[in-house]
C-alpha cells in the first residue's frame, strides 16, 4: 500500500515539475530534467524493494484469516442444519396436511 502511495506522490510530483517546466526559462530547464532524472531513479528504487509485512502484522492476518476460515466452516454447519430443520418442517406440514384431508373426508361420510 506504501508503495502505492509513494508512486501516486512521485506521479504528483512529475507532473508539478512538468507545469514547471512549461513556464521555465532554458537555464532553469536543465536544473530540472535533473532532478527529474533523480525522482525517476528513486522511484525505480522503491519499485525494486520488496514490501515486507512487519512479523506482528502478518500474526494478526494469519488469525484474522484462521477466524474468518472458523466462522466459515461454523456458517456452512450452521446452513447445513437450517437446511434440515426446514425439510423437517415441511415434512411435517405435509404430515399435518395429510391427516387434515384424512379428518375431512371421514367426517364428509359420516
Known sequence: MSCVMNEMQGN??????LVQLLSMKESSFFSVVSR???????????????????H??????NTAVYRVDAL???????????????????ELLGYIDRQ???????????
Not at 100 to 110: L, M, N, T
Open 12 to 17: 504528483l510530483v512529475l507532473l508539478r515539475l
Open 36 to 54: 527529474l532524472g533523480d525522482l525517476e531513479k528513486q522511484i525505480e528504487t522503491l519499485h525494486l524493494k520488496k514490501s515486507e509485512m512487519p
Open 56 to 61: 506482528e502484522k502478518e500474526e494478526l492476518l
Open 72 to 90: 466459515e466452516a461454523e456458517f456452512i454447519n450452521t446452513k447445513k442444519a437450517l437446511h434440515e430443520a426446514l425439510m423437517k418442517q415441511e
Open 100 to 110: 387434515e384431508e384424512a379428518k375431512y373426508k371421514r367426517k364428509k361420510f359420516c
